[in-house]
């Protein structure tokens, strides 16, 4: 990135320039695993999409507020460590043109903790 001025800032909120599905079913079947909610990998990409609450619902009805609330954690965590293998889908990438003169980069929502 240079000195200049940002121009501007581009949100992917449902994956039409980025696929990041996978990334988060591997986070999601990573997370649950890790605390000890198994749940069917095929169950966890059909529920991608939903929000977490939902998500884990749907994959892990039965499991412990506090099982839950640690497989979300971990998926955010994991999630975080994969972002640098989000790749522009290849025909969205030359939508936007050579933008390398001020600085490009992409980026994926990060996972933010509620406060309230």
């Known amino acids: 990135m240079t000195d200049s001025p940002l121009r501007a800032v581009?949100?992917?909120i449902d994956g039409t320039l980025v696929d990041s599905n996978?990334?988060?079913v591997d986070a999601w079947d990573r997370g649950l695993a890790?605390?000890?909610?198994?749940?069917?990998?095929w169950r966890i990409h059909r529920s991608i999409g939903?929000?977490?609450?939902k998500l884990l619902e749907a994959v892990a009805?039965?499991?412990?507020?506090?099982?839950?609330d640690r497989a979300k954690e971990l998926h955010s965590g994991y999630y975080k460590d994969s972002t640098d293998r989000?790749?522009?889908?290849?025909?969205?990438?030359n939508w936007f043109g050579p933008s390398t003169a001020?600085?490009?980069?992409?980026?994926?929502?990060?996972?933010?903790?509620?406060?309230?």
């Open 10 to 12: 581009l949100f992917d």
């Open 61 to 68: 009805g039965e499991a412990s507020e506090e099982d839950a």
């Open 34 to 41: 890790d605390a000890g909610i198994p749940a069917p990998v």
């Open 102 to 116: 001020w600085g490009s980069g992409w980026s994926s929502p990060r996972p933010r903790r509620r406060t309230s």
């Open 22 to 24: 996978y990334l988060h």
């Open 50 to 53: 939903m929000d977490s609450k």
């Open 86 to 93: 989000l790749r522009p889908f290849e025909e969205r990438a």
